[in-house]
């Protein structure tokens, strides 16, 4: 008796230790969620695998881009050329594998122009009161009531040689569309940020953190900011996929970056005049932008249902 006695706390004890173990952690089911998406684990693999081919495959590739071979003229998927040639012979395996370098980085660094802007006017408007949020709602909307496509034109018709000259062709053009880009693509990121802020500033935890004498910058950084991360990063992953179809339309519509360096929107621009006798060329290019904008739609489809707490485990 005694012994059982003496032993039902030690027993409870390592229950309560196994319990606390076997719980896991907000990280940890995160993942479990996301992993239980399949579209998205699928999604996830794809993007990985054309984001190290693009990152080392011109190391292994090593074909010059605008090497010309005239020999094969509009030639079709060979040994020594896996994706075919151009009109002018060029490989077009090296030109995807490069071109997708920057194609991918225009949609990265436009999601990043976005979600900062967006974050930040989301943020101030979140939390002030009055005049403020009632300007920057405006901001918002009247950002959100122009027409994207004909401002995206006119203001690289109009800045985009000026650029060229001050930092070089290609790092000129990176920079005019990515700015460009992200400048329209922040507002519905100020709409969702601002709606978590107004959500989350009233909650229990954010009064107690006020009641204990923290300040209102210090509550925005370490509990409202934190807590809305979830539908910023879905957000973002739908800012890429945007940011990589508009920098393939304007690039298809001649806008983009110069012939010399290919995008996978200047391959599919360049490979329009020849989609009878060559569709190989518009193939792999067009190809490469379905896989990636649909990946990273699907990867956002598992962020969404992973970050939520009210979906089933």
Do not use: C
């Not at 999604?43 to 693009?54: D, G, N, P, R, W």
């Not at 010059?64 to 040994?79: E, M």
């Not at 879905?234 to 996929?241: C, N, P, Q, R």
């Amino acid at each position: 008796m005694a012994g059982s006695i003496l032993a039902s706390p030690t027993a409870s004890m390592a229950q309560g230790q196994s319990g606390s173990t076997d719980r896991a952690s907000p990280g940890a089911e995160t993942w479990r969620r996301f992993r239980r998406h399949r579209l998205a684990a699928a999604s996830t693999a794809i993007l990985t695998a054309m984001l190290v081919a693009v990152a080392f495959g011109p190391l292994l590739w090593q074909v010059p881009i605008n090497d010309i071979d005239f020999s094969a003229h509009l030639q079709g998927p060979s040994w020594h050329h896996p994706f075919g040639t151009d009109d002018l012979g060029q490989d077009l395996l090296a030109r995807m594998l490069y071109g997708g370098r920057i194609s991918l980085a225009v949609g990265l660094a436009a999601m990043v122009v976005a979600i900062i802007i967006g974050t930040t006017v989301g943020a101030i408007a979140g939390v002030s009161r009055g005049s403020v949020d009632a300007a920057l709602m405006w901001l918002t909307d009247l950002f959100l009531s122009l027409p994207p496509l004909p401002l995206l034109l006119l203001v690289i018709y109009l800045f985009r040689e000026s650029l060229k000259h001050l930092v070089g062709p290609e790092l000129g053009t990176f920079l005019l569309i990515v700015a460009v880009i992200g400048g329209f693509r922040w507002m519905q990121v100020a709409r969702l940020v601002r709606a978590q802020f107004l959500s989350l500033r009233e909650k229990e935890f954010v009064e107690a953190a006020r009641a204990l004498g923290m300040t209102g910058s210090r509550v925005v950084v370490r509990h409202i900011l934190p807590n809305s991360l979830g539908p910023i990063i879905v957000a973002g992953t739908i800012d890429v996929a945007a940011a990589i179809i508009a920098e393939s339309t304007l690039s298809f519509l001649g806008l983009g970056f110069p012939p010399d360096i290919p995008t996978w929107g200047r391959i599919l621009f360049d490979a329009k005049d020849y989609l009878d006798i060559a569709p190989h060329w518009a193939l792999f290019a067009g190809g490469a932008i379905f896989l990636a904008v649909l990946s990273i739609n699907f990867i956002g489809d598992g962020l969404r249902d992973a970050l939520d707490p009210r979906t089933s485990a």
